[in-house]
């Protein structure tokens, strides 16, 4: 076989992959949003954007993002140092921090639920120190800032170790004689974190955060688990308009919309991380 047509093969099957998968369900989502039974319109767009919830909703989304991401981008890096200065019991710390992560969504949700509900752990726990004499219901309506709080700790004990897995990998390339040639110029252990692994670890930022500022903005499960209906998110109006008012053209163009705003951070994640060319761990 030619040697300049081996890369084109090797990389056919995941582009038929792609194609199937991927860009051909994208095609009819974004036929569904932009048409009609009239052809192309931009009604679906319209009747999203202005129902009721919708500005509710972004507002829910955009805060939660706000709130989980960069908390669990601190942690990780806090817990990916601490795992890479470790001389023994490494692999088993590693393997409990990432036991959420063979928990899905909707367990984890049911998880806090069971903590947060109202004859869950910490209403038992606050009544036997004496601190409410009867049981509080903490996800209602009236207490919508408790509901925010549930969802953004669950969000943060499920989800934290996407980033801390991609980001020990990242410093596990990081050479040691960097952080040796440092110590010996006298730099603090600070000073080794600022200018040697964080510049070092840019592409590995790179990728976390992405991939969890997009699973951020698609949150359902757990909102749906611990919130219902009082905290609305937008992955929530596109199973509702899909599923419960049988609209797949408005739950399509609220996809699209997703869709443009994931793209959106994924560019300014790039430019803000971008790595100069030609570097080199």
Known sequence: MNARLLPYVLIAPVTAF???????????????AFTTGNGFTMDNFREVVGYWKFPISMRNTFL??????????A????????????????????????IPLGISDLAAGIIWL??????????????GLGVVDQPTSFLSYQNLTVVFIAIMLAEIWRATAIML??????IGLIPKEYYEAAEVFGASPWKRFVKV???????????????RVVLAFEVFAVVAALGGSTFPVLMEQIY?????????GTAAALALIVLAISIFFTLI???????PKGATI
């Not at 939660?64 to 981008?73: F, G, R, S």
């Open 75 to 98: 942690l990780s890096l806090l817990m990916a140092t601490m795992v890479n200065k470790m001389k023994r019991g490494r692999d088993l710390v590693l393997y409990v921090w990432t």
């Open 269 to 275: 994640i790039l430019r803000a991380l971008r790595v």
């Open 197 to 211: 692994t964080l510049p070092l670890l840019r592409p590995s930022l790179q990728t976390a955060l992405i991939l």
């Open 64 to 73: 939660l993002a706000l709130a989980v991401v960069p908390i669990q981008l």
């Open 114 to 127: 069971a903590i947060f509900e109202q004859s869950g752990f910490l209403n038992s726990m606050l009544h």
């Open 165 to 170: 897995v991609i980001i020990v990998a990242g």
């Open 18 to 32: 792609l194609c199937v998968f991927f860009l051909y369900p994208f095609f009819l989502v974004a036929q569904q």
């Open 240 to 248: 509702e308009n899909q599923f419960l008012l049988q609209n797949s």
